[in-house]
């Protein structure tokens, strides 16, 4: 753990004694869903089947946990791994969940005085509708900010039966020199990871498109399903254009709209769709 527990403290009593609340223009489990895998997380109270419940329950309807008990204690921010705090953190500065500057540009000022400390800062990496992205950087012992985590521009979400197609349609995109998430790419880089943790921050991240390959396998596997879950989450909150559907088959998804406008991969090559990708993402 390399972000020591005094800046951590630090960073928690900030946010809890400011004036205005660090889940901003959200609610309190929306916002804590961008950083924190609630539906898979264990209940500590038997009636419920997951920390989702949990929250919803003594946060919202009771009131009977204090916000100081929310993150030291339930969700372990004083001593859950970097990357997971850092997550957090990110959230707190997202344009989706402050919308005043001011407040962002204080926060972040508070964010790096304490983060500076222990190596790191929070460092503009991406826009969403020209307002910043900011991530969590190591500071290069030349001085320079190198990022820790990728910002990827498409992710691509299909079940294993599928592989051969999608993955002609990665290989295209990264001739391209687009940021694609596609698994094999990342074999390294997941290796040891935890999966519910890393596919959670790459679905429901800053990507611009997430491209569903819809087929019957994709319908009734765990993965692809978790991939969907959280990539609908992302849509909703962020209310615009995000999940970009392509059919192998008929099989229809509730969580896409019957209206969704789709492609039909069985009348585009791989190539073809990876250009169409382009022209969404303004390179053509």
């Given at each position: 753990m390399k972000i020591s527990e005094d800046t951590r403290i630090g960073i928690l009593d900030y946010l809890l004694l400011r004036e205005y609340r660090f889940y901003g223009e959200l609610d309190l489990i929306s916002f804590l869903k961008r950083s924190f895998n609630l539906d898979s997380m264990p209940s500590t109270d038997g009636r419920f089947s997951n920390a989702s419940g949990d929250i919803w329950k003594h946060m919202i309807m009771?009131?009977?946990?204090?916000?100081?008990?929310?993150?030291?204690?339930?969700?372990?921010?004083?001593?859950?791994?970097?990357?997971?705090?850092?997550?957090?953190?990110?959230?707190?500065?997202?344009p989706?969940?402050?919308?005043?500057?001011?407040?962002?540009?204080?926060?972040?000022s508070q964010f790096n005085k304490l983060l500076n400390q222990d190596g790191y800062i929070l460092n503009k990496t991406s826009e969403?509708?020209?307002?910043?992205?900011?991530?969590?950087?190591?500071?290069?012992?030349?001085?320079?900010?190198?990022?820790?985590?990728?910002?990827?521009?498409?992710?691509?979400?299909?079940?294993?039966?599928?592989?051969?197609?999608?993955e002609g349609v990665a290989d295209y995109l990264k001739s391209k020199?687009?940021?694609?998430?596609?698994?094999?790419?990342?074999?390294?880089?997941?290796?040891?990871?935890?999966?519910?943790?890393?596919?959670?921050?790459?679905?429901?991240?800053?990507?611009?498109?997430?491209?569903?390959?819809?087929?019957?396998?994709?319908?009734v596997k765990a993965w692809p399903n978790f991939e969907l879950k959280k990539a609908v989450t992302k849509a909703i909150l962020e209310r615009k254009e995000y999940i970009l559907p392509v059919r192998f088959d008929d099989t229809k998804l509730p969580e896409l709209h019957d209206t969704i406008m789709y492609i039909d991969a069985r009348k585009k090559t791989p190539e073809e769709l990876g250009v169409m990708i382009l022209q969404k993402l303004g390179r053509v």
């Open positions: 009771n009131s009977d946990w204090t916000m100081e008990y929310l993150l030291y204690q339930y969700l372990n921010l004083l001593k859950c791994p970097d990357e997971k705090f850092l997550r957090f953190i990110e959230s707190c500065v997202h989706l969940v402050i919308r005043n500057e001011n407040i962002i540009q204080e926060t972040l969403i509708s020209g307002k910043p992205i900011y991530k969590a950087c190591i500071i290069g012992s030349n001085g320079q900010k190198e990022n820790e985590k990728d910002v990827y521009e498409v992710v691509l979400s299909f079940a294993g039966d599928n592989r051969d197609y999608v020199k687009v940021k694609v998430f596609y698994d094999k790419f990342e074999e390294v880089k997941m290796w040891g990871k935890d999966l519910l943790e890393h596919f959670n921050g790459i679905y429901n991240g800053d990507a611009r498109y997430c491209v569903i390959f819809i087929s019957e396998a994709y319908a």
